[in-house]
T-cell receptor, first 115, second 112 residues
């Protein structure tokens, strides 16, 4: 099925460990995003990539790095995980040809716990 | 800067009641898009509607309806004759470029 695929679905890390969340889309979308969801705060943008070869900080980028590996893939790396990074992470993609926004497709999420 | 406010944190209704979710947004741009998403207990985000800033027509889709009023910067969502399957968190969101900004969400619980 076409869409956004995130791996892994669940992960438990110890404080200080590193890991990379993977995201791939097969819809040939230009733009990709990483969000985190915390109770009572909605989804907050961590980083985004408007097009292949570009990345920009979102609302809450501290403690994260990203790589737009190619048009399909956008990874999120936690270099030294902290308990405050316990969250559900969503990857999304969109085909945006400003000013037209065709909407966003979200992955199914990664539930990360840092102990 | 853009901001979305969903003032209602939780709403609880009995099945068949109507429920209206409020959404107020802030943006300086004249061209923008508004969205509603549903997040059921399973956790995925389900797209419900996309509306651009130049289209103020209200929309109805089955039991769902949306009221967009630019004059009050609101994009409210009504579920008519609610059902237990409507129990979920509902998010309003705004985009004026690539980025999508979400409200904090409203948890709707429909009791049988």
């Amino acid at each position: 099925n076409a869409g956004v695929t995130q791996t892994p679905k669940f992960q438990v890390l110890k404080t200080g460990q590193s890991m990379t969340l993977q995201c791939a889309q097969d819809m040939n979308h230009n733009s990709m995003y990483w969000y985190r969801q915390d109770p009572g705060m909605g989804l907050r943008l961590i980083y985004y990539s408007a097009s292949e070869g570009t990345t920009d900080k979102g609302e809450v980028p501290n403690g994260y790095n990203v790589s737009r590996l190619n048009k399909r893939e956008f990874s999120l790396r936690l270099e030294s995980a902290a308990p405050s990074q316990t969250s559900v992470y969503f990857c999304a993609s969109s085909e945006t040809n400003s000013p037209i926004n065709y909407g966003y497709t979200f992955g199914s999420g990664t539930r990360l716990t840092v102990v | 800067a853009q901001k979305v406010t969903q003032a209602q944190t939780e709403i609880s209704v009995v099945e068949k009641e109507d429920v209206t979710l409020d959404c107020v947004y802030e943006t300086r741009d004249t061209t923008y898009y508004l969205f509603w998403y549903k997040q059921p207990p399973s956790g995925e985000l389900v797209f419900l509607i996309r509306r651009n800033s130049f289209d103020e027509q209200n929309e109805i889709s089955g039991r769902y309806s949306w009221n967009f009023q630019k004059s009050t910067s609101s994009f409210n969502f009504t579920i008519t004759a609610s059902q237990v399957v409507d129990s979920a968190v509902y998010f309003c969101a705004l985009s004026n470029d690539y980025k999508l900004s979400f409200g904090a969400g409203t948890t709707v619980t429909v009791r049988a």
